[in-house]
């Protein structure tokens, strides 16, 4: 099974950027759909992005299209999430995960990061 390390959260004032970077490692670093997760404060877990990267199609949720990006340094096994524009109600605690297939569903990824919290200020 593949470990995910997260890193890269942190505290922001709104309109700021944020890189977050995975990365993976154990017995196979590459998978064919990565992406990232958030969970705010009370709430379920929510898709955020993800990337089949054989294909090169990303899928994005409506509420980051614009102003996140995922991208990866496939040598190093690391995949970004670049955060701009960031607002309050991204505050959460981002996942990074791994699966199959690309889809919106938290129960079709079989490997989860711990998360990193991202906190965005008024």
């Known amino acids: 099974q593949v470990q995910l390390v997260e890193s890269g959260g942190g505290l922001v004032q709104a309109g700021g950027s944020l890189r977050l970077s995975c990365a993976a490692s154990?017995?196979?670093?590459?998978?064919?759909?990565m992406g990232w997760f958030l969970r705010a404060l009370g709430e379920e877990r929510e898709f955020v992005v993800g990337k089949a990267w054989a294909d090169n199609i990303a899928l994005y949720a409506d509420a980051v299209q614009g102003r996140f990006t995922i991208s990866s340094d496939t040598a190093k096994n690391v995949v970004y999430l670049q955060m701009r524009s960031l607002k309050p109600e991204d505050t959460a605690v981002y996942y990074c995960?791994?699966?199959?297939?690309?889809?919106?569903?938290?129960?079709?990824?079989?490997?989860w990061g711990q998360g990193t919290q991202v906190t965005v200020s008024t």
């Open positions: 995960v791994a699966g199959p297939h690309l889809t919106e569903s938290p129960s079709d990824y079989k490997s």
């Open positions: 154990g017995r196979t670093a590459v998978q064919a759909v």
